[in-house]
């Protein structure tokens, strides 16, 4: 079977593009290195949020925060209010998703770059 063009799926399933789960990694990690922040000691939470962020790039046009429930994800866009980084992360450096940590933080790691762990989306 001859492979086509990437899609969603080609990284599995429910997944984002590489293209945009790419952009979105390097986006996070030049931000923690900007603002001071670190990732979660758990890189699974780092690469869940990282994969919906992405998801969200492919399917909506913007990085809307994976970490809340909306009723109308186009209007949210269209807000900007929860397009990565959030104002509360922008203002107060306050991520809900636990993607951007400050030192303070009981569940701050001490990367800033990436490690690429498996997260299945397919139950
Ligand atoms: S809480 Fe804000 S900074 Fe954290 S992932 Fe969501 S949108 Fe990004």
Known sequence: ???TAPTESDRGK???STKSFEAMRKFAETYAKRTGTYFCVDPKIT?????GLAKH???LGAPLCPCRYYEDKQAEVENTYWNCPCVPMRER??????????????????????????VDYDE
């Open 93 to 118: 450096k306050e991520c809900h998703c636990l993607l951007f940590l400050t030192e303070d933080n009981p569940f701050v790691g001490t990367q800033q770059e990436l490690e690429v762990v498996a």
């Open 57 to 59: 790039k492919d399917d």
């Open 14 to 16: 429910n997944k984002a």
């Open 1 to 3: 079977m001859t492979q």
């Open 47 to 51: 690469n869940a949020v990282i994969e």
